[in-house]
């Protein structure tokens, strides 16, 4: 059939029909507010957007499937060995060596002091076969030491492996609140550490413009794309300053995004890095390049709180970052925020890529979101927002001075509040945490617990030693390669005075409502039952199921347990059913049809049975000020500050309990 004759018996819809549609169907509510959602930096995410024309866009140096890495993060060396092999002959291409002096090792860390330490660990590595990114945090420089030297040891020329060292003395400061010398300093000294490698026949990348400092403090997509942005630009006036050029000096960067569970945000926020930098270059003067774009799946969005869903949130960010464009991944395993994770779940984490890769065949294409009008907007916006944001970093004198001042950290906090807003009031929910919680889950099984970690994370007062004017890095691979160790390649010089800043915070968005249920497990402990709210379900079924699964689900989001039941004949039978129960707090459930005519006598009857604090599910609107009158204390519904009501709730019930 001819196309023409085809349009003309079916004519195609315009935007106009369908907003038309829609705001029918919203029957005089706003269109806005109901349709249109905002990000954390403004961003309008429209509900329908046109098919986009936009020209192509930055990719990966070569098509093909990103890498898989994985961390080797197990203070035991004879173990992480085994873990780095295992990973290897499982399916992953690269390793991440992380250790105890970067934030990421959470306590743990691999413990390579020495050559002969690092040695061990990767006994059986063939270094020219697989791609390695340190992860040393304050000890960067250092580590690069050990890890050359033992590359050189082993015989290998420096030009033909695949190495990340990492070194990011801007991000470790940001996360540790101190830099070990003035930018002067480490700017200079990062210049000399590139010159000893270049000497040494090192092409690998030497720094790390790596954005997940301010993710764990809760940025925006835009400021984390700004942060990256600001530390690359640092990194190259200090080479150029220190006699690089620049094409040399871009080629020394590398970047590390965090992926998240927000996927179309993540994706636009990967494709948005590779044209910021590539407008970066311009302004340089240098034709763009493809970058080495690194990813790994967020800590921040990882849960203690059944676990297993931290499978599904893995698997949405991988996907992101994957499509978006990383050129490697990491993904935490699901495990990792209760512990240092075990076999099984380092496996699940290796094979959540291996089946988006071979399985979706997701590297197949080179871009999959190219065209997509939402996408390619939100790519857009994301743009034009960050480059903001790095002009107003700049303006403040670069990224250093903005750390130095605190006026990053403090954009960031602002940020950080608002996310708190809405975990509080679940706008932001976190399945299986603040929804659909689980109080019966079965402990999962971890390597070591986090309370037997060998030793506690990197505190603020260890200095970002990536640029501490010890010696040349040419001395320190010497005396590397001569056993000194980590302690005496990192000893500080004297007369040179650190540089404090304001450190950015590392949090879980699922704290909050996990330190909650912590005093329900303490609870339970002590006294052999949890905390617990009686639901007063009024009338029947059909009328209270609704709120009750609601305010179930709400308490039990703070540990407290809900005791259901199927309705009672009469408000005293419901009074005597909780007066048999074991709780002390109760919440009214019921449609808004019985609440206008039983709220008021159901409230008296439980307060009259020794309820000391009694909620009601829903919103109270023109009957407030008589409910409150009638013994309702608070209400629950959408839109609450839940983590304050459940305080509210958990205090009275750890109160009765000590009664």
């Not at 330490?117 to 791609?131: E, I, N, R, W």
């Not at 629950?636 to 500050?641: E, L, N």
Request: hydrophobic fraction near 50%; include cysteine; glycine fraction near 8%.
């Amino acid at each position: 059939m001819d196309d023409n004759a085809l349009s003309a018996d079916f004519p195609l819809p315009s935007r106009e029909d369908w907003r038309r549609l829609a705001e029918g169907v919203l029957k005089g509510a706003d269109f806005e507010k109901r349709l249109v959602s905002r990000t954390y930096d403004g961003l309008a995410v429209q509900p329908l957007y046109d098919k986009a024309e936009a020209p192509a866009r930055p990719g990966r140096a070569a098509h093909g499937p990103w890498r898989v890495a994985q961390r080797v993060d197990d203070p035991r060396l004879e173990a992480a060995n085994a873990q780095a092999l295992e990973d290897l002959e499982g399916g992953a291409d690269a390793l991440t060596l992380v250790l105890p002096q970067a934030p990421s090792a959470r306590g743990f860390g691999l413990q390579a002091q020495t050559v002969e330490d690092l040695d061990a660990a990767l006994a059986g590595v063939m270094l020219d076969l697989v791609h390695v990114r340190l992860d040393a945090g304050g000890a960067g420089r250092q580590a690069a030491a050990l890890l050359i030297a033992l590359a050189e040891r082993r015989g290998h020329a420096l030009a033909d492996l695949t190495l990340d060292l990492a070194l990011d003395p801007i991000g470790a400061a940001a996360a540790a609140g101190r830099m070990s010398a003035p930018w002067e300093i480490v700017a200079e000294r990062s210049a000399q550490t590139l010159s000893d490698l270049a000497a040494r026949g090192f092409t690998g990348r030497t720094f790390l413009a790596d954005a997940r400092p301010v993710h764990e403090a809760g940025a925006s997509e835009a400021q984390e794309l700004a942060f990256a942005l600001a530390c690359g630009v640092a990194y190259l006036r200090a080479l150029e300053a220190g006699g690089h050029g620049l094409d040399a000096a871009r080629d020394a960067l590398s970047f590390l995004l965090v992926a998240d569970a927000d996927e179309f945000l993540g994706i636009a926020k990967f494709r948005a890095l590779r044209a910021l930098w590539a407008r970066i270059e311009e302004a340089s003067g240098l034709t763009p390049k493809p970058i080495r774009l690194h990813a790994e799946t967020a800590w921040r969005m990882t849960t203690r709180r059944d676990p297993w869903v931290n499978l599904l949130r893995a698997t949405v960010a991988t996907f992101s970052a994957g499509v978006g464009g990383a050129d490697s991944l990491v993904v935490t395993p699901f495990t990792a925020a209760l512990g240092l994770p075990d076999a099984f779940a380092r496996r699940v984490a290796r094979n959540t890529q291996l089946v988006l890769l071979h399985e979706s065949n997701l590297w197949r294409v080179a871009d999959p979101a190219a065209g997509s009008g939402a996408l390619e907007g939100l790519t857009d916006a994301l743009c034009e927002k960050a480059w903001a944001l790095f002009q107003e970093v700049e303006a403040e004198g670069g990224i250093v001075e903005s750390l130095r001042t605190g006026a990053l950290q403090e954009r960031v906090r602002a940020t950080r509040a608002a996310r708190d807003a809405a975990l509080a009031k679940r706008k932001d929910a976190i399945t299986g945490v603040s929804e659909f919680p689980f109080l019966d889950e079965k402990p999962v099984a971890v390597a070591m617990a986090v309370d037997d970690a060998p030793h506690p994370a990197p505190p603020s007062s260890e200095a970002d030693a990536n640029a501490r004017p010890v010696a040349a890095f040419a001395d320190l691979v010497a005396a590397a390669a001569d056993g000194a160790g980590l302690a005496r390649l990192m000893a500080a010089p004297a007369g040179v005075a650190p540089v404090t800043l304001a450190p950015l915070p590392r949090r879980r968005d699922a704290e909050p409502y996990e330190r909650l249920r912590d005093r329900s497990d303490a609870l339970l402990a002590a006294h052999g039952k949890r905390p617990a709210v009686f639901l007063a379900n009024i009338g029947p079924l059909a009328a209270f199921n609704a709120r009750a699964t609601f305010a179930k689900n709400a308490f039990e989001a703070g540990g407290i347990a809900a005791l259901g039941n199927d309705g009672f004949p009469d408000h005293a039978a419901m009074a005597d059913a909780f007066a048999e129960s074991d709780a002390t707090i109760a919440c009214l459930c019921s449609s808004d049809a019985l609440y206008e005519t039983e709220a008021v006598a159901a409230a008296q009857a439980m307060k009259a049975a020794g309820c000391t604090r009694l909620y009601l599910a829903g919103r109270p609107g023109a009957d407030e000020e008589a409910w409150r009158k009638a013994g309702v204390d608070a209400f629950v519904s959408i839109g609450v500050d839940l983590l304050g009501l459940l305080e509210d709730a958990l205090a009275h019930a750890e109160e009765a309990a000590r009664a």
